[in-house]
Nanobody, 115 residues
């Protein structure tokens, strides 16, 4: 079982930046993939970005060039740096981890971008 604790959401104006953090309850070294998904009101949950144990990253086209995912092994955390935020980025952001072929999810953190 892996618990994921997110932080860093909030209200920001369009064009602003936020950084989300996710801390897993197990060592980040044993987690195959970590990442972020988001779900806007009335929409399905969608991929934002992932980072594999190897360091390989993957981004949704809608956030490429604006968002950056990274991992800090020393702090046992994964971050999502979000720049040039748009109102369309408003959603609940969920931390994700894949460990031993099982998917784990955080409780989510709300990001609201005002126009």
């Amino acid at each position: 079982q892996v618990q994921l604790v997110e932080s860093g959401g909030g209200l920001v104006q369009a064009g602003g930046s936020l950084r989300l953090s996710c801390a897993p309850s197990v060592s980040i070294f044993v987690i195959d993939v970590m990442g972020w998904y988001r779900q806007a009101p009335g929409e399905q949950r969608e991929l934002v970005a992932t980072i594999a144990k190897s360091g390989t990253t993957n981004y949704a086209d809608s956030v490429k060039d604006r968002f950056s995912i990274s991992r800090d092994n020393a702090k046992n955390a994964v971050y999502l740096q979000m720049n040039s935020l748009k109102p369309d980025d408003t959603a609940v952001y969920y931390c994700y981890a894949r460990f031993l072929n099982t998917d784990f999810w955080g409780k989510g953190t709300l990001v609201t971008v005002s126009s």
